[in-house]
């Protein structure tokens, strides 16, 4: 369902320039406005739009780098997030739908190596495209099956195993897919019993690590972890039609002595070397659903850290 105009938008489109330059923008096709789920015109889609089905508008209001939301978790509005919950960080399938209609058009082809218990794949179903992922844990898989048994969606294909191998378990040729997004998993920062501020907001001790396979890299050393993300992200290009893009989510670790752990700077640094995939930049999702603690108090300051980065990348050539 496209997104409501918001307050932030209409003030945009007050300035006279800005609509001028709207207005001579959607002047310039003749493409019949765009028809809403309700059958209402949104407006008009420019001819020379090859990336996504968005009027000027919509495509002005997804460039803000700040994506905050406060997604339920119960209801239908929730897909089935008590089933989804046991996946240590399960993404909105809003949120991920969000993306997908930016970064493709009806029908093309999303590709997930890190799928858990299909955010990407749910986001595939309820924006009208085609998605394929790949899951190490059978259980995350038995999640989603679930998952849309009780939502009603339907299902898309998930596949068992190492991401490490995306090219030898995806179907059919090379160059298929329009669009990767996916989340995986951030260094090894799961795998780690919880101590100090982690400790005092769980009350439990116990490392949550996503699988225990040694497959996984959310069980490695950084250096490993992100040399094997590297590796799989460029398997990944060699998926995407030219000029397609891959999205991945991270976050940051709490900064130590000698360290600042600012994974997102890293993740960035490593994947923008595979060649013929440049980075494009980043926007930030801001969750406004977990509550806020008292970190540090009343000693020093440890920031609660509801935010994650959407690192967007662009297969070249």
């Known amino acids: 369902m496209p997104e409501p105009m918001t307050d932030a938008l209409i003030e945009w489109l007050k300035d006279p320039e800005h609509r001028a330059l709207m207005e001579e923008e959607l002047a310039a096709t003749s493409v019949p406005p765009a028809p809403d789920s309700n059958g209402e015109n949104r407006g008009r889609v420019d001819p020379r739009n090859r990336l996504n089905d968005m009027t000027g508008a919509e495509w002005v209001f997804f460039l803000n780098s700040l994506e905050s939301t406060c997604y339920p978790t119960t209801g239908p509005e929730g897909y089935a997030h008590r089933i989804r919950r046991i996946h240590p960080s399960p993404k909105p399938p809003q949120l991920m ?75 059919d040729s090379p160059e298929r897919y329009d669009f990767v997004l996916t989340d995986p998993p951030y260094g090894d920062l799961l795998s780690r019993a919880r101590t100090g501020e982690a400790l005092k907001k769980t009350g439990k001790a116990e490392a949550t690590p996503f699988t225990d396979s040694g497959h996984d890299l959310g069980n490695l050393p950084r250096e490993e972890f992100l040399t094997a993300l590297q590796a799989i992200i460029a398997d990944c290009r060699d998926l995407l039609k030219p000029r397609g893009h891959c999205v991945v989510f991270t976050k940051d670790l709490q900064p130590v002595d000698g360290a600042p752990n600012m994974l997102h700077a890293e993740i960035a640094d490593r994947l923008a070397r595979i060649p013929g995939l440049s980075f494009r930049g980043y926007r930030i999702w801001h969750d406004r659903t977990p509550r806020l603690y008292p970190f540090g108090y009343p000693y020093t300051f440890v920031a609660n850290q509801l935010h994650q980065f959407i690192l967007v990348f662009r297969r070249e050539g």
């Open 97 to 171: 739908a969000r993306l997908i209609r930016f970064f493709t058009k009806q029908g093309e082809w999303v590709l997930d190596p890190f799928a858990g218990v299909g955010g990407t794949l749910l986001g595939c179903s309820i924006s009208g495209r085609n998605g394929v992922g790949i899951e190490l844990d059978t259980r995350y898989i038995n999640a989603y099956t679930e998952a849309c048994r009780e939502t009603g969606l339907a299902p898309q294909t998930l596949l068992a195993g190492d991401a490490r191998n995306v090219k030898s378990l995806v179907p």
